[in-house]
């Protein structure tokens, strides 16, 4: 039951964040034409935020995997599928990294000045 309700709260957390992006005040490109350091340290701080709520739910995904040994998995075995779920999961998490370190160099130039 418990696993149900994070699975459900995971898929409204992802279905927000895919939202958010639509109201963003300004694109990415126009930030960057204007070096809008501000503005892109927002943006990928965002990004790295969506990326480690998408590595989460497909840790959540692995996991019911491993406590329900007897849930189809298609052609693959399910410690296969297991596995699949955490490289899927481990590339968010890379992503989210390389997102939070523009989001601190951006935030750097901020400091610095133009």
Not at 8 to 36: N, R, Y
Not at 43 to 65: C, I
Request: one cysteine or more; hydrophobic letters at 40%; glycine letters at 6%.
């Amino acid at each position: 039951m418990l696993l149900k309700v994070r699975l459900a709260c995971a898929f409204m957390v992802l279905g927000l964040l895919v939202a958010l992006p639509s109201f963003a005040a300004e694109s990415l490109e126009t930030m960057i034409s204007k070096g809008d350091h501000q503005g892109l340290q927002g943006f990928y701080s965002q990004q790295a935020q969506e990326f480690k709520a998408k590595a989460n739910y497909w840790d959540t995904v692995a996991e019911f995997y491993e406590r329900h040994p007897g849930e189809p998995t298609g052609d693959r075995t399910r410690a296969q599928h297991i596995a699949h779920c955490q490289a899927i999961s481990e590339t968010f998490r890379k992503a989210a990294h390389e997102a939070q370190n523009l989001a601190t160099e951006h935030y750097d130039m901020t400091r610095k000045g133009p």
